[in-house]
C-alpha cells in the first residue's frame, strides 16, 4: 500500500508539472502538427493514387505511436534534470523501493504522454481522420501499452548516461533514425536487408505496428499498411520491456551509489 | 546508551579519482546530541553525509546507525533519518503543501489521495500545525518558486521532521542564507532539538555554528583532524596565551627570556602558557607591567590553525 501511495505520488507530480507548464504544451504539439497535419495530408495528396491507401491515417498513426513512446521516453529524462537539482535525493534517500521510483517515473511520464496523445487524437479528427468510438478505445490501449514501453526504453537509455546534457546530445542519435526505421511515416515493409535488420532492431517500429495493427483492424487497407499480427508486437513489447526495466533499473540505481 | 551513529574506519574514493575523498574516518554519535562536522570546502563533509544517509556507497569502513547498517540495511536506515541537503531538495514547480505532501506519501505516512481535500484530516492537521510552526500559514499554497532563501530551508526541515527521525542531518543548511535568516534558522532547530530529542548532526564551514555542539569532528582532505568536544578540541590545538606589555619593554623582553618563558614579538608580547598558569606566570614577573590581557583562542583560531599546518605539511 505504502509503495502504491508513492508511486502514485511521483507520477502525480509529472503530470501536475506538465500540466502547468504551458510553454510545454504548446511545444509538444507542434510536431505532430508538422508531420500530421503538413506531411500528412501532402503525402495524402502526392503518393495516395499511386500506392493504393490513403496515407493521412497511416502517418496519424504513425504519429500517434512515434509522439507517445518518444515523449514517455524522453520524460524519464527528467530523472536525470531531477538528479542535477538535486531533487532526486528526496526521493532517493526516502525509504521506499528503488523499482517504485522508476515506476512511478514510468507511470507519470506515461500520463503525461498519453495527455498528448488526446491531443493528436482531436488533432486528426480536425484534419479529417475518421474513426469510430470502438477504434478509439482501442487506440487508447494501444496507447497505455506504448507509453509504459517507451519509459522503459527512457530508462534503459539514462541508465547509460551521466546528465542531462548528454542525454540531450545522444537523444536525437537514436530517435531520429527510429522514426524512419519504425514506419512511422514511410512504409517499412520492403527494405534492403542492412536497413530491415535496422529496422527490426528499432524498439519504436513494434509501437507503430501495434497501433496500426489496432487501428486497421478489419479494414481492407490492414494488409497494406500492416506488418507483423498484434500478438506478435505485443509479445515483443512485453519481453523489451521487462529486459529494459531490470537492466535499466539496476544501472540506473547502482551509478546513483557508486559514483 | 548506545550510540545512534558508528562511524568506523569509513573510506570513500570516488571513481577515477586518485585520493580519497574520507580517509578512514571514525567517530560515533549519542542520542540527543548535536554533533558537528567542520571542515574547509572539500574536506570531505557533503561525502560523509551522503554516505551516512545511504544515497552513496562506501569504498571500506562500517557505519550504523540506530543500529542499521548502511548498505546491508539501507531501507532501515532511511526510516531512522532525516535529511536536509547542501542544495535545497523541494520542488519549486509545486506548492509548499504539494511538496510536504510528496515526502508524505514517499514515507508511507497516509495513503494517496489525488488533493488536499481529500487527504485524511490528520494529515491536514499535521501541515496546519508545522505551517504554523515556521510562519508559513499563509503560504502553503503557493509555488515555492515565490519563497525566499530561508522560508524554504524552513520549509525543508518541516517537512523532513514529518516522519520523525530520530537523526537529523543538515549538509551546511545556512548556507547561502542571509544573517537574519541563518539565526532565526537557528532559533527553530534549538527549538526542534528540545521539543523532539532528535539527534543533529550538521555540517558546517561556519565556525560560530559548531560552538554550540556537544561534539566536533573537525576533517580536511578526508581526514579527520580532530574530535571531541568544542571545548577539548580548542584546548588541544588553540593554547590560551597571555599578552603582556610594559612602559619598560626592554627589560620586560630581559625577564621574560630569563624566565625561559616562549614569546612571540614585537609588543605587546604574546607569552605560551605551556602548562603554567597565567597566575603563575605573572608572580614570577618584577617588571612593571602596563597591559595584562589573556586571549582565549576561539575554535575558530583552533580550526585555522589546524588548516594552515596541513596546508604547509
Same mark, same amino acid.
Request: charged residues 20%.
Given at each position: 500500500m505504502r509503495q502504491v501511495s508513492a508511486i502514485l505520488a511521483i507520477a502525480q507530480r509529472d503530470l501536475v508539472k506538465f500540466l502547468r507548464d504551458r510553454g510545454r504544451i504548446v511545444a509538444t504539439f507542434i510536431f505532430p502538427f508538422i508531420f500530421v497535419g503538413i506531411m500528412g495530408t501532402s503525402f495524402r495528396y502526392s503518393f495516395g493514387r499511386s500506392t493504393g491507401f490513403d496515407w493521412l491515417p497511416f502517418i496519424f498513426t504513425g504519429v500517434l505511436a512515434q509522439t507517445l513512446w518518444q515523449s514517455a521516453a524522453m520524460g524519464i529524462i527528467s530523472l536525470l534534470e531531477d538528479r542535477q537539482n538535486d531533487f532526486a535525493q528526496e526521493m532517493f534517500v526516502s525509504p521506499i523501493s528503488r523499482y517504485s521510483i522508476v515506476f512511478g517515473k514510468i507511470l507519470g511520464e506515461s500520463l503525461v504522454a498519453l495527455a498528448q496523445g488526446v491531443g493528436i487524437l482531436g488533432f486528426g479528427l480536425v484534419l479529417g481522420v475518421r474513426f469510430s468510438v470502438g477504434q478509439v478505445l482501442l487506440l487508447l490501449a494501444a496507447a497505455v501499452v506504448i507509453c509504459i514501453f517507451g519509459g522503459a526504453f527512457g530508462l534503459l537509455m539514462i541508465s547509460f548516461l551521466s546528465s542531462q546534457r548528454a542525454a540531450q546530445q545522444i537523444f536525437p542519435f537514436i530517435m531520429l533514425p527510429q522514426f524512419f526505421l519504425s514506419g512511422a511515416?514511410?512504409?517499412?515493409?520492403?527494405?534492403p536487408i542492412y536497413l530491415d535488420v535496422l529496422s527490426r532492431l528499432s524498439p519504436m517500429r513494434y509501437a507503430v505496428d501495434l497501433t496500426r495493427d489496432l487501428f486497421y483492424s478489419?479494414?481492407?487497407?490492414a494488409h497494406r499498411v500492416t506488418l507483423a499480427p498484434t500478438t506478435f508486437n505485443l509479445l515483443v513489447i512485453a519481453v523489451a520491456f521487462a529486459a529494459f526495466m531490470i537492466v535499466g533499473t539496476r544501472l540506473f540505481v547502482r551509478q546513483e551509489r557508486n559514483r | 546508551m548506545a550510540p545512534i551513529i558508528e562511524v568506523d574506519r569509513l573510506t570513500k574514493r570516488y571513481r577515477k579519482? $586518485?585520493?580519497? &575523498?574520507?580517509?578512514e574516518v571514525s567517530f560515533t554519535v549519542d542520542p540527543g546530541t548535536l554533533f558537528c562536522l567542520l571542515g574547509p570546502n572539500g574536506a570531505g563533509k557533503t561525502t560523509t553525509i551522503s554516505i551516512l544517509t545511504t544515497t552513496l556507497g562506501p569504498t571500506s569502513g562500517q557505519v550504523r546507525i540506530g543500529g542499521h547498517d548502511?548498505? $546491508? &540495511?539501507s531501507s532501515a536506515v532511511r526510516q531512522t533519518v532525516g535529511i536536509i541537503f547542501q542544495? *535545497?531538495?523541494?520542488?519549486?514547480?509545486?506548492t509548499a503543501e504539494e511538496n510536504v505532501r510528496f515526502h508524505a506519501l514517499l514515507y508511507g505516512l497516509y495513503p494517496w489521495r489525488p488533493t488536499y481535500a481529500l487527504m485524511p484530516e490528520a494529515y491536514r492537521r499535521q501541515v496546519r500545525e508545522l505551517a504554523g510552526v515556521v510562519g508559513l500559514d499563509n503560504e502553503m499554497?503557493?509555488?515555492?518558486? $515565490?519563497?525566499s532563501g530561508g522560508m524554504r530551508r524552513k520549509l525543508e526541515i518541516v517537512r523532513t521532521l514529518l516522519h520523525r527521525p530520530r537523526v537529523l542531518f543538515l549538509d551546511? *543548511? $545556512?548556507?547561502?542564507?542571509d544573517p537574519q535568516s541563518r539565526r532565526s534558522l537557528w532559533d527553530y532547530l534549538r527549538q526542534v532539538r528540545a521539543q523532539t530529542e532528535c539527534t543533529l548532526f550538521l555540517s558546517t564551514h561556519y565556525l560560530e555554528e559548531s560552538e554550540g555542539a556537544d561534539h566536533v569532528c573537525i576533517l580536511n582532505h578526508g581526514r579527520t583532524v580532530a574530535l571531541g568536544s568544542p571545548a577539548a578540541v580548542k584546548a588541544e590545538l588553540a593554547q590560551e596565551r597571555l599578552v603582556l606589555d610594559s612602559a619598560d619593554r626592554d627589560a620586560l623582553r630581559a625577564e621574560l627570556s630569563r624566565l625561559g618563558l616562549r614569546f612571540g614579538e614585537p609588543a605587546p608580547y604574546q607569552v605560551t602558557l605551556d602548562g603554567q598558569t597565567v597566575q603563575q606566570v605573572i608572580k614570577a614577573i618584577d617588571t612593571p607591567l602596563s597591559l595584562v590581557r589573556v586571549d582565549a583562542p576561539s575554535l575558530e583560531d583552533a580550526y585555522l590553525k589546524i588548516i594552515a599546518k596541513e596546508v604547509e605539511a
Open positions: 511515416f514511410t512504409p517499412v515493409a520492403l527494405l478489419g479494414s481492407r487497407d | 579519482a $586518485t585520493e580519497n &575523498a574520507v580517509d548502511v548498505v $546491508t &540495511a542544495n *535545497p531538495s523541494l520542488d519549486l514547480n509545486l499554497g503557493k509555488q515555492i518558486k $515565490t519563497f551546511e *543548511p $545556512t548556507s547561502g542564507l
